[in-house]
């Protein structure tokens, strides 16, 4: 059993002093629908049902299952399922309060969390706000700022819709089994207003990972692996006023946008 949960990157948060702070910063109220990614042994799960109006915790392990709803109080709902295959707006959409704030919490899993994050892009306007024990790696990068090592992709999407903050770090012997790196508490509040509308979401992805696809390159020479026209790619750097060395790691995110917005007005992205 210990070699398939550490197949499923499971690592248990076991620190009572750490717990206390994530839900404080989780901040569960009556009037909240809190979603658990990843219920385990309940450690969380429990204390959120205490506080929110109703808690729905997605567990995958069926070997935790009946315990988890032996305790199970009257606004708790446990969903055995892998969290991948789940539908958060079915979920959402049989609630009888729908207008009900929305958190997605959870102490995300290593192995899972790349393909995690993606989904939560596709269904982000769903939640108020995302809170997750994440690697901080994986954290830093959401996070990151233009002209550093971290700014990514990651950063850009979820920063266009949401205002991220690092609260704490946590190290590895508050976990069991214990990680190989630390962890980060991220929060991901929904802002009112994305910063920029972006036409169409799934080309603009490939148009980030391409432009950070070879980050010692010149940002020219990742955009031209696009099969953008060198007269065209002239043409975006003199309206914009970027200078030809530029690095895709210096460009603001409006900076992004705007150079999406230029080639998909001429149709070549």
């Known amino acids: 059993m210990k070699r398939k949960r550490r197949a499923l990157g499971q690592h248990f948060l076991r620190n009572r002093a750490v717990l206390k702070k994530i839900i404080q910063i989780i901040s569960p109220g009556e009037n909240d629908l809190v979603i658990e990614i990843g219920a385990?042994?309940?450690?969380?799960?429990?204390?959120?049902?205490?506080?929110?109006?109703?808690?729905?915790?997605?567990?995958?392990?069926?070997?935790?299952?009946?315990?988890?709803r032996k305790k199970s109080p009257h606004n708790l709902v446990i969903i055995e399922k892998d969290i991948l295959r789940v539908d958060f707006r079915e979920i959402i959409s049989k609630e009888e309060q729908p207008k009900r704030s929305v958190k997605l919490v959870g102490?995300?899993?290593?192995?899972?969390?790349?393909?995690?994050?993606f989904k939560i892009l596709k269904d982000k306007e769903l939640f108020s706000e995302c809170i997750f024990l994440l690697q901080k790696e994986v954290a830093q990068r959401i996070c990151g700022q233009p002209r550093s090592k971290i700014y990514a992709p990651l950063s850009i999407l979820f920063q266009i819709y949401f205002l991220a903050k690092i609260h704490f770090l946590v190290s590895p012997d508050s976990f069991s089994p214990p990680p190989r790196v630390d962890s980060a508490l991220i929060s991901l509040k929904k802002r009112i207003q994305p910063l920029f509308f972006i036409k169409n979401e799934e080309i603009?992805?490939?148009?980030?990972?391409?432009?950070?696809?070879?980050?010692?390159?010149?940002?020219?020479n990742n955009l031209q692996k696009l099969n953008l026209p060198l007269s065209l790619i002239n043409e975006a750097y003199k309206r914009f006023g970027l200078e030809r060395n530029i690095r895709p790691e210096q460009l603001t995110i409006s900076q992004f946008v705007e150079l999406f917005h230029f080639f998909s007005q001429q149709s070549f992205i």
């Open 204 to 220: 603009f992805r490939k148009f980030l990972r391409a432009a950070f696809q070879h980050r010692r390159k010149i940002l020219i």
């Open 107 to 117: 102490n995300l899993p290593y192995s899972l969390s790349s393909p995690l994050l």
């Open 40 to 68: 385990g042994k309940g450690a969380l799960t429990f204390p959120l049902a205490e506080r929110a109006g109703k808690v729905i915790a997605v567990e995958k392990d069926p070997s935790f299952i009946p315990s988890l």
